[in-house]
């Protein structure tokens, strides 16, 4: 029998969310397709964009009246991507002793990357920086060996950002596929973020959502139960129709 407290009101129940309606009470009820999303916003899930909602609506084989997807905002404070990358392995780990914050992720790509990948990251920053399309605050010609960007890539905050580069790394560390939709308000653009990077069946899948192209939230989808983490049979039909995946 599994238990775990996600909140003091909140837990998950032989794989099932329930929720305690009452402080003083003892009794939990099951959270629904209907309300999922009043209950979890005390974790901090809110429904995703009504735009993104219509367009996955078009994609189900069921109109839901409430949608079942989810987005959560993992801070921002420079490290958005790496939280968001964090909580979803959190999820996957959470009948273990692993606890991942967003350094953890960070650490773990700059031990990772190897002299072959520098060489291509560190040139191709070079090249963004000469056409004056960089925009972070190191500067990569100051970056003088891979210790030194090893060091760039640990340092949390607002020095390095995880950029489509950085993912296609982190994607071969973790053997997932990261999946990422777009959101800017400002042009109403929706769409499919190209991470270049092929999809692979074998591995399990974390779907993000860039929000004004700068701002990373994780998604989720809600089923008996918030999935920000999903084995390949785990992944919602609307989801595998967006990004033209094997049915």
């Known amino acids: 029998m599994e238990e775990y407290y996600l909140t003091d009101n ?3 129940f032989n794989d099932k969310m329930e929720y305690r309606t009452d402080r003083k009470d003892t009794i939990f009820v099951p959270i629904k397709k209907h309300n999922w999303h009043h209950i979890l916003n005390e ?6 964009y009504k735009s993104w909602i219509i367009i996955l609506n078009k994609l189900s084989d069921k109109k839901e009246k409430n949608s079942p997807f989810g987005m959560m905002d993992c801070e921002s404070d420079g490290d958005c991507f790496f939280h968001c990358i964090a909580s979803a392995l959190n999820e996957r780990d959470r009948n273990t002793d692993k606890y991942y914050i967003s350094d953890d992720i960070r650490k773990l790509i700059s031990d990772n990357i190897t002299l072959d990948q520098y060489k291509i990251m560190i040139s191709t920053y070079r090249i963004m920086k000469d056409a004056d399309d960089f925009s972070e605050e190191w500067d990569p010609y100051q970056i003088d060996s891979i210790d030194d960007f090893k060091a760039t890539i640990a340092t949390s ?9 950085l993912l296609q790394i982190l994607s071969g ?16 653009d929706y769409s499919v973020y190209n991470t270049l990077t092929d999809y692979k069946r074998e591995y ?3 779907f993000l959502l860039l929000e004004n192209d700068c701002h990373f939230k994780l998604l989720g989808h809600f089923k008996e139960k918030m999935i920000s983490y999903f084995e390949t049979d785990e992944i919602p039909i609307e989801l595998k129709r967006l990004f033209k995946l094997k049915e």
Not at 157 to 165: A, K, L, N, P, T
Not at 173 to 188: A, P, S, V
């Open 43 to 48: 974790y901090g899930w809110q429904k995703i």
């Open 173 to 188: 560390i973790l053997k997932i596929n990261i999946f990422i939709l777009t959101t800017n308000e400002y042009t109403n």
């Open 204 to 206: 399990d899948n974390i």
């Open 10 to 12: 909140i837990r998950l």
């Open 157 to 165: 905050g607002h020095v390095y950002w995880g950029d489509f580069m």
